[in-house]
């Protein structure tokens, strides 16, 4: 099974490499990560992260990154807000970046992943043909709460795409691409 995985790997297009790297560094969270956990942690720096048994919905999106495509979203979103603090949010009134929890934040992630280029278009309303394997998607739960979700290869019969996420009870995935307002795309390039 893994060189089928490996031999498939070697004949698509380099985006698509890395979106199913992600998609599967995503799902291996799934039964892992079975707690939804916020609290404040003191990381390691660089490659910190809270216990893999928790976290929250930022978590799933580094650690898929982490182990799939070997990107540290703790050290580059920390450099980033070093070099550009004014571009990114204040909401928690700090006056400096916060190796700690900056990265685990869904606003601060939306800012890197613009800055970076890695924005997509969002897609009309009821159209969901422009999301790919290992895309990130960003969104709004109970009208108010930023939340993000991968894309996963895995599809629902009218061919929309599932999402590996953690939402309250762990990593899991699900059929919840459209279940919240969406407010931004993204792919890693």
Known sequence: MKFLALLLLSVLPLHAQSGAKIVEAARRQIGVTTAYVPDYVQLGFPNGDVPRDGG???DVVIRALRDGLSQDLQKLVNEDMRANFSVYQKDWGLSKPDKNIDHRR???????????????????AGDVGNFQPGDIVTCTVAKKLPHVMVVSD????????MV???????AQEEDALTTFPLTGHYRWK
């Open 154 to 161: 895995h599809k629902m019969p009218d061919g929309r795409p």
């Open 164 to 170: 590996i996420h953690n939402i309250g009870g762990g």
């Open 106 to 124: 869904v606003p601060n992630l939306r800012t890197f992943f613009k800055r970076k280029g890695f924005e997509q278009p969002l897609p009309k």
């Open 56 to 58: 929250v919905c930022t």
